[in-house]
């Protein structure tokens, strides 16, 4: 135990922080210099860090077995719907309401419609929502839906037969991820990684278009075209002088949201509330939880937060994103997070849990990727 009475950080999880960047006194550049890299060219090390473990561990899948109630240990292509339902009391009192439907096997946009409007209502879900794929990852075909209009125009655009999550939309400002590691056996889980997202925004000087604006901004004018593309109906207004204009809703760091290294926030608080969610879900040991917050205060003191997602094995400690952070110190994260991730998965093979064919799990892989370019835009 340390003096401050927080349960000393085991080995993997000080290698998984190592290179934190501390949020002051770092240079202010406005993107980390890996950002912009094509995924293909960044995840290469991963995917070689994934085989040299799978030849030692003699298994491809192991992973799928950190977390052996979720489907494919939240690797890849489970249901959110699913996974959430896990969740015991403590976690259910936070979570952000959610209904579910399917898309009808041919296009019926009033039938669609309909059944999404009654599943909502089931729940007490009003305008606005949040509307996503059950199945997907990386924020693809999330929306904002702020009437019938536009929940019967996603639908419509959905592919058929398809699950649809309608959840409430949390208004709160403040957005984190909390990535969670407990090793079966262990008396208490911790927080290996607290990301602190926010929603980027330009302010207008009454001369310049929205489009003049985010090209002049340092960091919104090296990713222009992500926004200009969803703003595109706005790009040649002209922003009053003093108005603000956020320019995406989402926390993924791939649709524009600034990701920041907030590991000096996490407080014994903290960790314990996470700590009484996670061991409610059961076989549940490596994933990362995503949540909506009051107020940062809030949040270190382990209340004052909804969760909206969370997810297995599949996620990322996403601080590695913080522009601060060092290519390198990206790299020993992930690296780490693959070796807990195989040792959690032998552990629980060695308490008689089997693991996921290789098959089975290309398959469920691709049925992802088949889903995600079929999603709204």
């Known amino acids: 135990m340390s003096p401050s009475g927080v349960p000393a950080e085991p080995a993997t999880a000080r290698v998984l922080r190592a290179g934190a960047v501390p949020l002051a006194g770092r240079a202010e550049r406005p993107l980390s210099l890996f950002e912009l890299w094509p995924p293909a060219l960044f995840y290469l090390p991963v995917v070689l ?3 040299g473990l799978a030849l030692r561990y003699r298994s491809v899948t192991l992973p799928t077995l950190a977390n052996p109630r979720l489907e494919a240990g939240g690797l890849c292509g489970e249901s959110k719907a699913a996974s959430l339902s896990m969740l015991g009391t403590e976690g259910r009192r936070l979570l952000a309401p959610f209904a579910t439907m399917v898309t009808a096997p041919a296009r019926a946009a009033d039938a669609d419609l309909e059944a999404a409007l009654a599943a909502a209502a089931a729940r007490g879900i009003g305008f606005p929502l949040v509307a996503k794929p059950d199945i997907g990852c990386r924020g693809t075909g999330v929306r904002i839906i702020r009437g019938p209009a536009e929940l019967r125009a996603y639908l419509d655009a959905f592919p058929r037969g398809a699950r649809v999550m309608l959840q409430r939309f949390v208004p709160e400002e403040g957005e984190a991820g909390v990535f969670y590691l407990r090793r079966p056996g262990e008396a208490m889980g911790r927080i290996v990684s607290l990301t602190l997202k926010y929603f980027p925004r330009v302010t207008g000087d009454g001369r310049s278009t929205l489009e003049e604006l985010i090209r002049a901004d ?3 004018g090296r990713i222009a075209a992500l926004y200009l593309a969803r703003h595109r109906d706005a790009r040649d207004r002209v922003l009053a002088a ?3 204009f956020r320019l995406t809703f989402l926390g993924n ?3 524009g949201a600034v990701f920041r290294d907030g590991f000096r926030f996490i407080t014994p608080e903290m960790t314990a509330a996470f700590d009484r969610i996670a061991r409610e879900i059961d076989e549940f040991y490596i994933g990362r939880f995503d949540v909506r917050f009051r107020s940062l205060l809030d949040l ?3 209340e004052g937060f909804s969760i909206i997602e969370f997810n297995g094995v599949g996620s990322e400690a996403t601080h590695i994103w913080d522009r601060g952070a060092s290519l390198r110190s990206a790299y020993r994260a992930w690296f780490a997070q693959l ?3 195989f ?11 089997a693991s996921m064919r290789a098959l089975d799990l290309l398959r469920l892989y691709r049925k992802q990727q088949r889903l995600m370019r079929l999603y709204p835009p």
């Not at 040792?343 to 849990?353: C, E, L, M, T, Y």
């Open 49 to 51: 860090c994934w085989i």
């Open 218 to 220: 340092p960091r919104a």
């Open 242 to 244: 003093g108005e603000s």
């Open 253 to 255: 760091h791939c649709r």
């Open 300 to 302: 270190m003191r382990g």
């Open 339 to 341: 070796a807990a991730s």
């Open 343 to 353: 040792a959690i998965g032998r552990q629980n093979r060695d308490r008689g849990f």
